[in-house]
């Protein structure tokens, strides 16, 4: 039976119930969830004894108002689908209990945190790595879960995870996506049927992308280009960027190797989408 835990003071009580022995696997979400969320619970249920995920919508790492009030809040059906994949514990916490103090210090994210969605969004990495720091403290989890599709996230977390909290292991997993080949995410739903057919044009150009440089393109500039013509052929599509870096982290790479990652970031229909594909033979 999966448990619902709103306050932190009850939610504490019955982690200090699980043996040390016993792994908890930890994943943090703003709700919305989605299949994206489920292959996340999914390994976290092969890996751990037991299974956190939080439901906390961050204000902090919104960049206006507007966006933080839009944000889909789908608590029942969150927890419904938690219950399905049998979670143990979801834990929603209020803000009194992650934020109880009247000014919140942020915390400073790492250089992982500059340029891309760093630049685009300011303030956005601090409120991530804040909350983020607030939920581990809470929830001590052995295993946290990340999606790589937000892969400037993942390499934000890992650094402040290593300095903070080192023994978290944090676990970055593959991006789910649509038949449309579409990364799955929660502003999806605000895409119009003709916003989302130019939407899906990002992974396709992406996986170009890479099968140029399988078929012997390892010039970043030119898969950089290619990309960026493509996407601006759809005059739906405001591209925020398009970059190769070196996987793991935001340093762009001049000649790409395997493994390096493409990341790209478009609008469509005033939303933002973000994406990112890595260079594997496989
Ligand atoms: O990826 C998200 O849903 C959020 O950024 C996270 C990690 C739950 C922090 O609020």
Redesign the pocket.
Request: charged residues 5%.
């Given at each position: 039976m999966t448990t619902l835990f709103t306050s932190f003071s009850d939610f504490h009580l019955w982690r200090t119930s699980i043996p040390e022995n016993q792994t908890v696997g930890f994943v943090?979400?703003?709700g919305a969830l989605h299949a994206g969320h489920i292959s996340l619970i999914e390994r976290a249920k092969a890996e751990c004894d037991v299974v956190v995920v939080?439901i906390?919508?961050?204000a902090l790492?919104f960049n206006s108002t507007d966006d933080y009030a839009r944000y889909p809040r789908t608590e029942e059906s969150d927890f419904r689908l938690c219950a399905d994949v049998l979670v143990d514990t979801v834990f929603a916490p209020q803000q009194k209990d992650v934020f109880p103090e009247e000014v919140v210090e942020l915390l400073t994210p790492s250089q992982s945190s500059l340029g891309y969605e760093g630049a685009d969004r300011p303030g956005h990495f601090a409120?991530?790595a804040t909350?983020?720091d607030r939920?581990f403290r809470m929830v001590q989890p052995s295993i946290a879960y990340?999606?790589l599709k937000?892969y400037q996230?993942v390499a934000v977390?890992n650094d402040m995870t290593s300095l903070l909290h080192p023994n978290i292991v944090i676990t970055p997993c593959e991006t789910v996506r649509a038949d449309d080949g579409l990364a799955l995410s929660s502003r999806n739903r605000f895409l119009t049927p003709s916003g989302r057919k130019s939407a899906s044009l990002l992974s396709a150009t992406l996986k170009k992308a890479v099968s140029l440089w399988r078929d012997g393109d390892a010039r970043s500039i030119q898969l950089i280009e290619s990309v960026t013509a493509d996407l601006s052929q759809d005059s739906s599509i405001d591209v925020q960027y398009v970059s190769i870096v070196r996987n793991g982290t935001v340093e762009p790479v001049q000649t790409v190797s395997e493994n390096d990652v493409i990341l790209a970031a478009i609008v469509v229909d005033g939303v933002r989408l973000i994406d990112n594909m890595s260079f594997t033979n496989a």
């Open positions: 943090p979400t703003m939080s906390y919508v961050n790492q409120g991530v909350v983020v939920l990340f999606g937000d996230q977390i």
